[in-house]
């Protein structure tokens, strides 16, 4: 058990907020042999009014940089069944005050997608972020976080076992990262947190980047990133999106789900792809690299939901599918929350089963726009995600073999499927490119 032990925090930040013991690290202070602070969310958002913040949250970051994109605000879908559906914005005009077209998830994902890249492009090898962190108190900062994601993303670690070992340790500070701040508002505390604490965490990482880490985990980031071209605004997007799950637990469209899922997990292909690299043969433009770990981001999570439709109805209240969509197969909210099951035999209800083949055919196309740019990745790094992309498409299999019931069913991958899906990983991850960039038949 670790003490909620008070410590003041570096440049005028507040306390952390409550973590679990396993995403603690030790204080910046590096005199310091105390565990890192543990106070409660109450003490946290407390403190989110004192000093002066000079960090840009993500939603005015993003509106900002993407104000310029041009956002349709009308779209056509055709369901499987032929039918349109349509979604338009409802904004009133008035003769002197014309509606402002809002910034969609598209044009979020493309604004920090560029952001990225003209990063890599500048500071191929990284940036000079001087920080007081080295020697063995950052080894062990490192190794903490290897235990960390070993311990709650076993075949992720073992993944990164591919990579070199600077490559490995980076993306293990990426991953715990990650992990705190989901830890925010879907962890034991979450009910707690409030969008002041959320703004105290985004505070931390201004801090973090800026060479200011608050504990030894952040340390871990702050020298991932003097090293590593990563820019910052997927992290601000990242934050963003647990904004999201603090107020918002229904999708009216397609595309504000779209959003919320660049925000969860599109931001971790931002993150992680400057970290794993590009094969050195590859002479081409960033783009199509960038574009296919955005796509395999937003398929992975995508399956996520479409996996875990009934849970998140049952403990959360969420319904992360659009609304429009259902709608358009028949189906109300409710009828998600109880759960799809024909009165008189018991099965799963045919208008389910439509609106789910049409959502899987969807992920599967996306899953087919990551294929692209896999191969375009470092060597050492593309077994390991040819080998996230085959297992997570094979989730959808599960899926379809449940009869569509993710209900009362979880759909996975047996351990013997993951087995034989390996040596197909290697032989995907092992084609060569031509020098165009393209994947040699």
């Not at 560029?114 to 990063?119: D, V």
């Not at 972020?129 to 311990?151: F, M, Q």
């Not at 990579?163 to 705190?180: F, G, H, N, Q």
């Not at 800026?210 to 003097?226: F, I, K, M, N, Q």
């Amino acid at each position: 058990m670790v003490l909620p032990v008070q410590h003041a925090a570096p440049m005028g930040l507040g306390a952390a907020p409550q973590l679990p013991a396993q995403f603690h690290g030790r204080p910046s202070n590096i005199r310091s042999r105390v565990c890192s602070p543990v106070v409660s969310a109450a003490t946290f958002n407390s403190n989110s009014n004192s000093g002066t913040s000079t960090s840009t949250s993500p939603s005015s970051t993003t509106a900002n940089s993407a104000a310029t994109a041009t956002a349709a605000t009308t779209s056509t879908l055709v369901t499987p069944t032929g039918a349109p559906l349509s979604s338009s914005s409802s904004s009133s005009s008035s003769s002197l005050i014309l509606p402002r077209k809002p910034v969609t998830g598209h044009a979020t994902e493309e604004s920090a997608m560029w952001k990225q890249i003209k990063l890599q492009e500048a500071y191929p090898k990284g940036r000079s972020i001087p920080h007081r962190w080295n020697g063995k108190l950052l080894e062990d900062a490192y190794a903490r976080c290897g235990e960390v994601t070993s311990e709650y993303a076993k075949t992720f670690y073992l993944g990164t076992q591919l990579m070199t070992p600077e490559k490995a340790r980076a993306i293990w500070a990426i991953y715990v990262w990650c992990r705190r701040t989901d830890e925010l508002v879907d962890g034991p505390n979450a009910s707690r947190i409030t969008p002041a604490a959320l703004d105290r965490w985004e505070e931390r990482l201004e801090a973090a980047f800026e060479g200011r880490p608050y504990d030894s985990l952040d340390a871990a980031l702050t020298d991932t990133v003097a090293r590593f071209p990563v820019d910052i605004q997927p992290f601000r997007d990242m934050i963003g999106g647990m904004r999201m799950d603090l107020y918002k637990n229904r999708y009216e469209t397609y595309e504000e789900l779209y959003d919320y899922c660049y925000r969860v997990a599109g931001t971790v292909a931002l993150m992680s792809t400057p970290i794993m690299g590009v094969d050195p043969s590859y002479k081409g433009p960033l783009e199509p690299v960038y574009r296919a770990a955005l796509a395999l981001g937003t398929a992975n999570q995508l399956t996520n939901i479409l996996r875990d439709v009934g849970e998140d109805a049952t403990t959360r209240s969420r319904v992360y599918l659009p609304l429009d969509e259902l709608h358009a197969y028949g189906i109300e909210e409710e009828e998600v929350l109880r759960g799809m099951f024909a009165p008189t035999t018991g099965r799963i209800d045919d208008r389910w089963k439509n609106f789910m083949k049409f959502q899987i055919e969807r992920a599967r196309e996306i899953f087919t726009e990551a294929e692209d740019g896999v191969n375009l990745l470092d060597p050492s790094a593309r077994w390991p995600v040819w080998s996230a992309l085959i297992l997570y498409r094979q989730i959808l299999d599960g899926i379809e073999a449940n009869d569509y019931n993710n209900f009362t069913k979880r759909a996975y991958v047996p351990r013997w499927r993951k087995m034989t899906s390996l040596p197909a990983a290697f032989m995907m991850a092992s084609v060569p490119i031509t020098k165009g960039g393209e994947m040699k038949k």
